[in-house]
């Protein structure tokens, strides 16, 4: 591990001037985070409408044999992928797969950048950089020319790179294997039994470039097979074709193909895919959220910079406002996701409302209720 330090000094005047040029980064975070929120709504409410549009039209079939009648038409069905082809490249080659999976990671120098900015009094400011230069293994290709520090930290290229291989030909049950089933599988077995090759040594299942394999030096690659073999088993929702395949669904609300591993019904494949997007679409929430509120902190920047001229005022006055701004952002994102949800489900929003007066008026009512069978006190 590599560590290089650098401490920089900021004037007070060039802090309330970089804080100011980041008003333009918080009016797009800001107005960011409404198209994001808005749309993610939108898009939350197409799947709904795309699942429930697949649940009634979808026809559970067997991939046993293939009815014409059913020809352009959805189908929902399981069953098991086979082939007969090999799949190789220069290093492994293996029989009946369906999929073949290289992964290729190369060891690495690896930048962590931390800064610290330290307030003084006057409103200047002591900014400390540490760049810490680690070796890692990554599949991903890091440009060290983008060091602060390159010297002594060059990374080579990949001398070979990662490659996922498909079978062609195969069936599913009754129908044609596609392209489209063999890039949907996901579950793949790793590789251990390697053959012996001369460019590279076998350690615990993997193929190692370096001379020695608890000292890799920086350049040395190691390489992953997985693969997924004949007689795998899937369950999709698609649409049956004329020339004995499956392929997307296209719909009012967007083309559709779900496949995932395993024997699973038709419920069971909905029910995956709506639980993938209520993932997706709390999680576009929190990032829509959280631009939203990083924008708001853009905005009143220059006024926490202007009071660090006395840091003391300035660390109460950042927490007072950065609180409010999250009180103001929760409220605001809440808005936003209320709107829209309004707006694409009208009937469903309609229908929440309508329950939720009931409620109160039932509340009240039985509030009122109870305050009438309480008893009469002489003397009041």
Not at 89 to 96: A, G, K, L
Not at 103 to 125: A, I
Not at 217 to 235: C, F, L, M, Q, V
């Amino acid at each position: 591990m590599d560590k290089f330090v650098e401490v920089h000094h900021k004037s007070y005047g060039s802090r309330i001037k970089n804080s100011f040029a980041g008003l333009i980064i918080g009016l797009i975070l800001f107005v960011g985070s409404f198209v994001l929120l808005w749309w993610n709504e939108g898009n939350n409410a197409r799947v709904i409408k795309q699942i429930n549009y697949l649940n009634k039209t979808a026809t559970v079939v067997s991939n046993e044999s293939i009815d014409r009648q059913n020809d352009d038409k959805i189908i929902s069905t399981n069953g098991i992928l086979t082939t007969n082809e090999t799949l190789s490249d220069e290093n492994v080659s293996v029989r009946n797969a369906l999929v073949l999976n290289r992964k290729v990671e190369m060891y690495q120098w690896d930048e962590d950048k931390k800064t610290e900015e330290k307030d003084n009094f006057g409103g200047s400011s002591t900014e400390t950089t540490t760049y810490t230069y680690n070796k890692i293994w990554s599949s991903r290709s890091i440009n060290s020319a983008r060091f602060k520090h390159p010297e002594n930290h060059i990374n080579p290229q990949f001398p070979i790179s990662s490659q996922r291989y498909n079978a062609k030909t195969g069936k599913f049950g009754a129908f044609d294997l596609t392209e489209k089933q063999t890039n949907a599988i996901q579950r793949l077995t790793r590789i251990t039994n390697l053959p012996e090759n001369n460019k590279y040594q076998i350690f615990d299942g993997l193929y190692y470039s370096s001379k020695s394999v608890n000292n890799p030096e920086i350049g040395d690659i190691r390489i992953t097979y997985s693969y997924a073999p004949s007689n795998t088993k899937i369950s999709l929702i698609g649409t049956q074709k004329s020339d004995d395949t499956i392929t997307a669904t296209y719909t009012d609300y967007g083309n559709v193909y779900l496949q995932y591993d395993g024997l699973l019904s038709k419920d069971e494949v909905l029910k995956k895919y709506k639980d993938f997007n209520n993932m997706i679409t709390l999680l576009l929430r929190f990032v829509g959220w959280l631009l939203m509120y990083a924008g708001l902190n853009l905005f009143i920047k220059p006024i926490i910079t202007i009071a660090k001229f006395i840091p003391p005022l300035a660390t109460v006055l950042g927490f007072f406002t950065g609180f409010i701004l999250f009180i103001v952002s929760v409220v605001l994102s809440l808005i936003t996701i209320t709107i829209a949800w309004l707006a694409y489900r009208p009937f469903e929003a309609a229908l929440l409302i309508c329950v939720i007066a009931s409620l109160i008026y039932l509340l009240i009512k039985y509030i009122k209720k109870k305050k009438a069978e309480v008893p009469y006190e002489l003397g009041q």
